[in-house]
T-cell receptor, first 116, second 113 residues
Framework: GAVVSQHPSRVICKSGTSVKIECRSL??????MFWYRQFPKKSLMLMAT?????????EQGVEKDKFLINHASLTLSTLTVTSAHPEDSSFYIC????????????FGPGTRLTVL | DQQVKQNSPSLSVQEGRISILNCDYT??????FLWYKKYPAEGPTFLIS?????DKNEDGRFTVFLNKSAKHLSLHIVPSQPGDSAVYFC????????????FGKGMKLTVNP
């Protein structure tokens, strides 16, 4: 159990377009989901915390208007990269928390975004 | 400012020997530490954790040691197996606060048959 999926796994888009990434908890309900970004040879950086039914909490330095997060249900959160530019190219990973325990955070396989 | 540091990018060990992965942190507020394992094209999976009230936690072949005074933790894998070859991330959190996970850069472990 505790499977988190992401779609798409890989996306290539032109500069200026918007890209939506979906994160789903397949066999549990997640009141909290997290979105991370990873640059090559760097650590996973938390971008925002997404709570079902409320606005996402963004980390310092993350543009909320650029990275739109929607957590419409207990099993789905979406990250939309708006007006993407080459510097937005990165590996985006979501995670979903199954309970209040910190170690009950399960990660998706990630989405590789390449902006041309 | 890197609050969680994994200073060695890679480690190569022989099957059957011990693997020791190190992690240092700077934020003294961290009170819960986790290790994750990541295979290519997959998300990180939880491996083992330790609370700051302990100095050791063991789960099968995996043991995590915490030295609070040195702000250092290590993951020991013994005996190492080829299937352990992966990238290992150290993460830290403050329980009762935001409980966000702060990750290190990761270390690639290769266990040679």
């Amino acid at each position: 159990g505790a499977v988190v999926s992401q779609h798409p796994s890989r996306v290539i888009c032109k500069s200026g377009t918007s890209v939506k990434i979906e994160c789903r908890s397949l066999d549990f309900q997640a009141t909290t989901m997290f979105w991370y970004r990873q640059f090559p040879k760097k650590s996973l950086m938390l971008m925002a915390t997404s709570n079902e039914g409320s606005k996402a909490t963004y980390e310092q330095g993350v543009e909320k208007d650029k990275f739109l997060i929607n957590h419409a249900s207990l099993t789905l959160s979406t990250l939309t990269v708006t007006s993407a530019h080459p510097e937005d190219s990165s590996f985006y990973i979501c995670s979903a928390r199954r309970s209040g325990r910190i170690d009950e955070q399960f990660f998706g396989p990630g989405t590789r975004l390449t902006v041309l | 400012d890197q609050q969680v540091k994994q200073n060695s990018p890679s480690l190569s060990v022989q099957e059957g020997r011990i693997s020791i992965l190190n992690c240092d942190y700077t934020n003294s507020m961290f009170d819960y530490f986790l290790w994750y394992k990541k295979y290519p094209a997959e998300g990180p999976t939880f491996l083992i954790s330790i609370s700051s009230i302990k100095d050791k936690n063991e789960d099968g072949r995996f043991t995590v040691f915490l030295n609070k005074s040195a702000k250092h933790l290590s993951l020991h894998i013994v005996p190492s197996q080829p299937g352990d070859s992966a990238v290992y991330f150290c993460a830290a959190s403050v329980r009762g606060g935001s409980e966000k996970l702060v990750f290190g850069k990761g270390m690639k472990l290769t266990v040679n048959p």
